[in-house]
T-cell receptor, first 115, second 114 residues
């Protein structure tokens, strides 16, 4: 079974600065997908970014980018020019292509953006 | 707005009772997923349906069951409720359940067991 670990339970960053959230995973599969989801205080789960394991190029979505290191099984999220609206829980998630398409989530990182 | 609709938003009930949570997927999505978010277990996958058929099962208790109807909406039935079933239950949907499709989540149903 796959496991996803987020080693930073809480982080804070000043508005307009850059912050990196860490995620590691364990799998024996070679083809899979990785996601970051954001859960603001409103509790919605919002897709932030998606990475395909067979693509070496790191995914980017506006101020959000990832550093995907397949050999190290690492998938970190970088948020540039942090905004107050980025305050949320961030979940890293793994999707196998073998047994359904369920998401396996990490424990989450609570990010606070300070003015 | 993700396009996934979950009802009700809140549900308060007592131990031993039975409840039904409802989910309408995004227009055009054939696959529905149910997740449970609790303080002690985090976010856990429960079950997936694709076009009316069960596709995958996770850590779903025997007291829980689900189905997907011909109009593609899904229901999660929770019975013999226990205090530990208090959680936020999410429904998500994706286009076709093929690997890699992003899942879009509803706003969740907050279930409180008294």
């Amino acid at each position: 079974a796959q496991t996803v670990t987020q080693s930073q339970p809480e982080m804070s960053v000043q508005e307009a600065e850059t912050v990196t959230l860490s995620c590691t995973y364990d799998t024996s599969e070679s083809n899979y997908y990785l996601f970051w989801y954001k859960q603001p205080p409103s509790r919605q789960m919002i897709l932030v970014i998606r990475q395909e394991a067979y693509k070496q190029q790191n995914a980017t979505e506006n101020r959000f980018s990832v550093n995907f290191q397949k050999a190290a099984k690492s998938f970190s999220l970088k948020i540039s020019d942090s905004q107050l609206g980025d305050t949320a829980m961030y979940f890293c998630a793994f999707m196998s292509t073998n047994a359904g398409n369920m998401l396996t989530f990490g424990g989450g990182t609570r990010l606070m953006v300070k003015p | 707005d993700s396009g996934v609709t979950q009802t009700p938003k809140h549900l308060i009930t007592a131990t031993g009772q039975r409840v039904t949570l409802r989910c309408s997927p995004r227009s055009g999505d054939l696959s529905v997923y149910w997740y449970q978010q609790s303080l002690d277990q985090g976010l856990q996958f429960l079950i997936q349906y694709y076009n009316g058929e069960e596709r995958a099962k996770g850590n779903i208790l025997e007291r829980f069951s689900a189905q997907q109807f011909p109009d593609l909406h899904s229901e999660l039935n929770l019975s013999s409720l226990e205090l530990g079933d208090s959680a936020l239950y999410f429904c998500a949907s994706s286009v076709d359940g093929i690997g890699g499709q992003p899942q879009h989540f509803g706003d969740g149903t907050r279930l409180s067991i008294l």
